[in-house]
């Protein structure tokens, strides 16, 4: 994964798996304090205290099509090597969330891909789900809310090719102006 | 052309598409529609899966075809990765691995417009060394 926005696909695909029905994703890049952390927040069926404990063993999954787990070690490799650290927080019945904090000019820290794309193509491939993603910029903040984009596009299909140009666009556009804004 | 940005510009351009937008009149029932499952677990991911999702969703509609192009989970392929599978209606599901972008175009052209098979089909009964007694 050379990506960070391919670790937010993976860890996206887990709370899918755990039944969520919303996904929320914060990216904080903060110049200042020299920090890039990453959230994805669930509201699916969660995990216990013993099963968050055993997320680093690659030995240990829920799925049964394969007996290795490798997400959230890659994950957690990543932020590491780039001098940060990753947290996962659960609880049954409410759900999960991952944090992942890197040191922005860590030399080992991945770039962040093509977010928008990502956040995107998930948001297609699963329209009956609410995703938030929230993108903030030394401090000021830019929210892409599934909830909003749906009653604005009403009978327009989520997963319709024209849709998912003109989302991404979006969502790059506010980051851009994001970031000439604060600049 | 301006660049979208607000809810409002969204709501000015979803006016514009609703005219030309006339193979979506079926997406109630998506029976009636290809079907394209892409396996975005880990394995996946890490092999390129996103790559080819783009490269589905763009050739489908450079063709078009009215598909929907979802993700999966694991299937338990990940020699193969990516993977993907396809269900045309009337047809059973088939999935095909090691898809990169031109195999991936290939798999609209040749299976799904054409009908016709193309290697790379992982066989449904197909066991990984894991289920082998």
Same mark, same amino acid.
Do not use: W
């Given at each position: 994964?050379?990506? %960070?926005?391919?670790? %937010?696909?993976?860890?996206?695909?887990?709370?899918?798996?755990?039944?969520?029905?919303?996904?929320?994703? *914060?990216?904080?890049?903060?110049?200042?304090?020299?920090?890039?952390?990453?959230? %994805?927040?669930?509201?699916?069926? #969660?995990?216990? !205290?013993?099963?968050?404990?055993?997320?680093?063993?690659?030995?240990?999954?829920?799925?049964?099509?394969?007996?290795? #787990?490798?997400?959230?070690?890659?994950?957690?490799? =990543?932020?590491?090597?780039?001098?940060?650290?990753?947290?996962?927080?659960?609880?049954?019945?409410?759900?999960?969330?991952? !944090?992942?904090?890197?040191?922005?000019?860590?030399?080992?820290?991945?770039?962040?891909?093509?977010?928008?794309?990502?956040?995107?193509?998930?948001?297609?491939?699963?329209?009956?789900?609410?995703?938030?993603?929230?993108?903030?910029?030394?401090? =000021?903040?830019? /929210?892409?809310?599934?909830?909003?984009?749906? =009653?604005?596009?009403?009978?327009?299909?989520?997963?319709?090719?024209?849709? *998912?140009?003109?989302?991404?666009?979006? /969502?790059?556009?506010?980051?851009?102006?994001? !970031?000439?804004?604060?600049? | 052309?301006?660049? @979208?940005?607000?809810?409002?510009?969204?709501? +000015?351009? +979803?006016?514009?598409?609703?005219?030309?937008?006339?193979?979506?009149?079926?997406?109630?029932?998506?029976?009636?529609?290809?079907?394209?499952?892409?396996?975005?677990?880990?394995?996946?991911?890490?092999?390129?899966?996103?790559?080819?999702?783009?490269?589905?969703?763009?050739?489908?509609?450079?063709? +078009?075809?009215?598909?929907?192009?979802?993700? &999966? &989970?694991?299937?338990?392929?990940?020699?193969?990765?990516?993977?993907?599978?396809? +269900?045309?209606?009337?047809?059973?599901?088939?999935?095909?691995?090691?898809?990169?972008?031109?195999?991936?175009?290939?798999?609209?052209?040749?299976?799904?417009?054409?009908?016709?098979? @193309?290697?790379? @089909?992982?066989?449904?009964?197909?066991?990984?060394?894991?289920?082998?007694?």
């Amino acid at each position: 994964m050379n990506e %960070i926005s391919l670790h %937010i696909i993976d860890i996206i695909q887990n709370s899918l798996s755990a039944g969520a029905s919303l996904i929320r994703v *914060i990216i904080d890049e903060n110049l200042v304090h020299n920090l890039l952390s990453v959230t %994805i927040a669930d509201n699916g069926k #969660g995990m216990t !205290k013993e099963q968050v404990e055993r997320l680093d063993d690659p030995f240990f999954t829920s799925r049964t099509t394969r007996r290795v #787990g490798m997400g959230i070690p890659l994950f957690r490799q =990543s932020a590491e090597q780039s001098g940060g650290d990753l947290v996962v927080t659960s609880e049954p019945g409410f759900g999960t969330t991952v !944090k992942a904090n890197f040191l922005n000019d860590h030399i080992d820290r991945p770039p962040l891909g093509e977010i928008a794309n990502s956040m995107v193509l998930m948001i297609s491939a699963n329209p009956d789900k609410d995703f938030v993603f929230e993108y903030i910029y030394n401090g =000021s903040s830019y /929210i892409f809310d599934t909830v909003e984009i749906k =009653s604005v596009l009403e009978e327009l299909p989520l997963n319709d090719p024209a849709v *998912i140009r003109m989302l991404t666009e979006m /969502i790059d556009e506010n980051i851009k102006d994001l !970031k000439t804004q604060s600049d | 052309m301006n660049k @979208i940005k607000s809810l409002d510009d969204l709501r +000015k351009m +979803k006016q514009s598409l609703e005219h030309g937008m006339t193979i979506r009149e079926n997406s109630n029932s998506p029976e009636s529609l290809v079907q394209i499952r892409v396996a975005m677990a880990t394995c996946g991911i890490a092999a390129g899966a996103r790559t080819v999702m783009n490269t589905l969703i763009e050739k489908l509609e450079k063709e +078009k075809i009215p598909a929907v192009v979802t993700q &999966g &989970g694991c299937m338990g392929y990940c020699y193969a990765e990516p993977t993907i599978e396809v +269900k045309v209606p009337g047809k059973d599901p088939v999935v095909f691995g090691k898809v990169d972008s031109a195999v991936a175009e290939e798999i609209v052209v040749k299976y799904i417009k054409n009908g016709e098979l @193309i290697d790379g @089909i992982i066989p449904v009964n197909y066991q990984s060394i894991n289920e082998q007694k």
